[in-house]
Structure formats: C-alpha cells, structure tokens
C-alpha cells in the first residue's frame, strides 16, 4: 500500500441543470476506479460536488422568486446528493461551492496569485455565454437561426451569447503557453486519452490569450479578496474545489497528504479547463499539477449527443427503476469504452442484462448453490485431486485478476471488466463440460463431484471480490451466499493481490441458494 492517499475527482456539476446519464457517466466510473483502489487496500479519497455560483443561477434563482442560496440548496438536496445514492457511489467528500471551506480556500489561493503578479486590472469587451458561463471569441460566434435568430450564438455549443463591456482582472495565461507544452512532453500520460491530448497540445501551441478571471456586474459569487466590487469567473472559481475540498488555505496538514489529485475524471467538452487553465493556475500559485486529466467521450443517444432540444437527456434513475444500480452501473463501465463517444439504447440495455448479468453471471450463482444445496446439503464440500480441467480454471482466474487490475491502472473500466467476464464465461463452460449433474448419478464418483463444485464455488468468490466495486449490490448477496465472511472476513476487507489465491472457502462452509441476482425483465421502458 502507497503511503500516499489516491485523490480522485469528478468535476463539480452545475446545478441549474438536472442530472442525466452522462453526469451519472463521470460519477460512476470515478466510483469504480476508487472502489478498485480500496479493494487493493490503498487510502483512497473520492471527491465529487456542486458547483453554485454564477449569472445563470442568479438569474434562475430571480425568476422562481428566491434568493440564489435558497435556489442553490432546494437543487442539490433534490436533485444532486440523490443522485449519488441512485448510483451506489461511495464518495468520500462532497464539496459546493458555497460551503466556506471553498470561499476561504478560493479568497487564499487568489491572493497568492495577485501576490506573485500572476493577476492583473484591464477591461474585456466581447461575447460571453451566460448559459455555458464562458467567454467566447469572435470566431466562434454565428448568427443565430430557427429558435435562435435575432440573436447571437456560441459555436462551441449552440448556446445564446451577449456582448458585454466590463473592467475584469485578468490571469497571465499567456506566460504559461511554452511552461504547459514543456510540461506535456515531460509527462505524456497527464492528458489522456490520446486523441483529447493531441487536440489540446494543438490548442496550446497556437497560443494562448490572457484570461479574464472577474465578473463586476453581479454579486452571485466569491470576492476577489483585493476588490471587493468583483466576484471570481464562475469556472476559474469552480476549478479551486480540488485543492479547496483538500483544505488549501484552510487545513495544510490535509492539504498536503491528499494534493496533488491523482486523476481528474471530466468530460472532453471541459478538458480544456482542467488540462489548460487550471495547471497554468497551479504552476502561477507554485503548486503541484495532478498526476492526469483524463477526459472520457460523449454518450450518444439515437447516434446524437444529447441535450434538452433534442429530448434525449435521460435520467439515471428512469434507467435504474427499469434495471437496478448495479446493471447500470455494470452497462455503462461495459458498453463503452471509456475516452470515446459511445452509443446507448435501451433494447442494448435489456439484451446485455439478459445475456450478461441474468443468464451469464447471475444463472452461474444460482445454479452452483442449488447442486451444492441438492448434492451435500449446503455445506460446501473438500475439493479433492485437482485435473487439467481445474488447473485450467485456476490458470485462467489469474490471468483475469492481473490483466483487470492492469486495465484499472490504465483507466480502462472496460477492458477490467472484459477480462473478469473471461472467468464467468470460464465457469460456465466448465461446469457444461463436466456435467456435475451426471457425475452425481455415479455413486462412487463423490469425490469428482465435490471437486466441481468446490472449483465452482471458489470462481464465485474471486468474481464476488472483484465485481464487488462494480455491482456492489449483487456481489454483497453472492458473498453471503458463499458463507464467506464467518472465516474470510467482510467482503471489503479482501483483496484484489490476493483473491486469485485458491482453495480460500473452507470445506464445510454453508453455502445458500441466493434470490436471483438480476431477475428477468419482461420489457424495458421506451
């Protein structure tokens, strides 16, 4: 186990709008990777949040009559905390931006900057996007069209934009333009995947401006701590939860054994900011930059990303009412490959549940119970003399729990669960090919008998242990069901380096007959 703790972040999801499928997305498999790490052993520290300030939540708050912290607390309550508790994610912390831990921690680390005169006082004139709360160059505006004529458009991402002339204080983006491609070069795994590093590696190369980092029209914000007639640009100011939550300029004992992150997990549509911005501002404040940014694909619905114009913003608990957390949370770390756009759909959903999780995984737990229930009572039988069947077995189960460990040190959620599937589809096969059920009407082959179904009962265990971050739920019941943890201990307490280890059950373990782990499901919801 590291001495360090793994520090890993989602990034702060803003309020205004509902939770849909894609934040769900970044939040679970930010859980899956952090829930692996305990299973390791290592100190892990998950963090994820709300981000609360800003014109467009000023606004909204306006118009439904309340003040914006009134606004701010009804949404998350509502919509933001539940949705982690939807998903199973084990969060560690959970940062807003209105908590004064961040207000203290951003006022800190913004005077650190306006001291090393890494700030400064100008005036911007230009487009700016209250909806995606950024400023915008001219070459990214377009007229606006259908529902949009008569107005100006961001190109980015279609949002409305206005023109607006206010005195800002700036960040010296521009001094970081050869520090950040020098930085890329000495560390090639800090933006990934490669596609998303390729593109921003272009991005920085042809030059970066000074960035405007204070509104002076709105007071829905944090103070830059030398001016009190300014608040902090929204994303500038959502950017400090990382190193806030961590307790910078609140708690440096904390500070220092969490910072700095071990991964960001974030979608493309912002690697800009957290890949460009945001170690630029560290580099400013004589910080540590985090060890990787990695930058996962768009979810495409229909083949379109989505968004409210096209109503294809689905929410996660539409899709966990129909299937449960833990096939949710099993389909999108399956599915798609994480870094890339990928394609979803609910008849995908129903047929990937049937097949994978109801008659595959699910079928497998079922039926080895039963002939352990029907053959010896329950109680788990002494394996005797091990063939080239069950080498082959134990063989194959350690080459899965490496490559899987191996592909979640890569960020590759599924490619650890392609790899833990080898050993489902492994003991299915083995159990069609040695037909415990015949060798039980042979009176004297007992021993082969209680070899079967021991090797099985032991593959049950090592996938209990290793789907355990994935479908938590279901791996808890197989555990139990098992009569694991009288003798093994709790299921979170084993781990990954050592679950291929094998003959781990004890002989005279009870073993029961769990209630189906993903019952069948007449028809998914259109």
């Known amino acids: 186990m590291s001495d360090s703790t793994f520090y890993v972040t989602t990034p702060i999801f803003y309020v205004n709008d509902a939770p849909h499928i894609g934040h769900g997305y970044t939040t679970v498999m930010a859980d899956i990777i952090t829930r692996w790490h305990r299973q390791r052993g290592e100190r892990v520290w998950y963090l994820t949040g709300t981000d609360e300030h800003g014109q467009k939540v000023l606004r909204k708050a306006d118009q439904n009559g309340v003040s914006p912290q009134e606004w701010v607390d009804k949404l998350v309550e509502e919509e933001w905390k539940p949705l982690l508790e939807t998903l199973d994610i084990a969060n560690d912390d959970y940062i807003r931006t209105t908590d004064q831990r961040h207000l203290d921690g951003a006022k800190a680390f913004w005077q650190a900057l306006y001291e090393r005169d890494a700030v400064y006082k100008g005036s911007f004139s230009g487009y700016y996007s209250v909806g995606a709360e950024e400023f915008v160059g001219d070459d990214d505006v377009a007229d606006g069209e259908g ?6 458009v961001s190109k980015l991402d279609g949002s409305r934009v206005e023109h607006m002339t206010e005195d800002n204080y700036f960040f010296r983006l521009s001094d970081y333009q050869q520090k950040l491609l020098d930085f890329y070069e000495a560390n090639p795994d800090f933006i990934q995947p490669e596609s998303v590093r ?53 708690d440096d004992e904390r500070f220092k054994e969490l910072w700095p992150a071990n991964i960001h997990i974030v979608g493309k549509d912002i690697a800009r900011f957290h890949a460009v911005i945001w170690p630029a501002m560290l ?3 004589g910080q540590p930059v985090p060890h990787q940014v990695f930058a996962h694909g768009w979810i495409l619905v229909g083949g379109q990303k989505m968004s409210k114009s096209k109503a294809n913003g689905i929410r996660p608990d539409e899709i966990v009412d129909t299937f449960g957390s833990d096939a949710y949370r099993y389909y999108f770390a399956r599915a798609l490959t994480f870094g890339s756009d990928g394609s979803i759909s609910w008849e995908d959903m129903h047929a990937r549940y049937h097949a ?38 134990i063989d194959l189960v350690a080459e899965a729990v490496a490559e ?3 592909a979640i040190e890569a960020v590759a959620p ?43 009962a032991e593959g049950l265990r090592v996938l209990a242990v290793l789907l355990n971050p994935v479908m938590p739920k279901a791996s808890a019941v197989l555990w139990d069901s098992l009569g694991a943890e009288p003798t093994l201990g709790a299921l979170a307490d084993q781990r990954i380096d050592g679950v291929a280890a094998w003959s781990q059950l004890p002989a005279g373990a009870t073993i029961t007959k769990p209630a189906s782990l993903f019952p069948r499901i007449e028809a998914a919801a259109e």
């Open 147 to 152: 529902d949009d004529e008569g107005f100006k």
């Open 198 to 250: 390729n593109e921003l590696i272009s991005f920085v190369s042809r030059g970066l401006r000074d960035l405007s980092i204070s509104r002076s029209t709105f007071d829905w914000g944090i103070q830059v701590p030398w001016d009190d007639k300014h608040v902090m640009y929204v994303w500038i100011e959502a950017l400090l939860n990382y190193v806030t939550a961590a307790g910078y300029g609140v």
């Open 356 to 393: 994978e999780l109801a008659n595959g995984f699910g079928n497998l737990a079922s039926r080895v119970a039963a002939m352990i229930g029907k053959y010896f009572d329950g109680s788990l039988p002494a394996a005797g003399e091990t063939t080239a069947a069950e080498q082959k077995v």
């Open 404 to 406: 899987a460990d191996a």
């Open 414 to 456: 599924q490619d650890a669960l392609s790899a833990v599937w080898r050993i489902v589809d492994e003991l299915n096969g083995y159990l069609t090919e040695q037909a415990p059920w015949q060798v039980a009407k042979d009176e004297s082959a007992g021993d082969r008998l209680a070899t079967i179904l021991a090797t099985a």
């Open 283 to 285: 580099m400013a404040a």
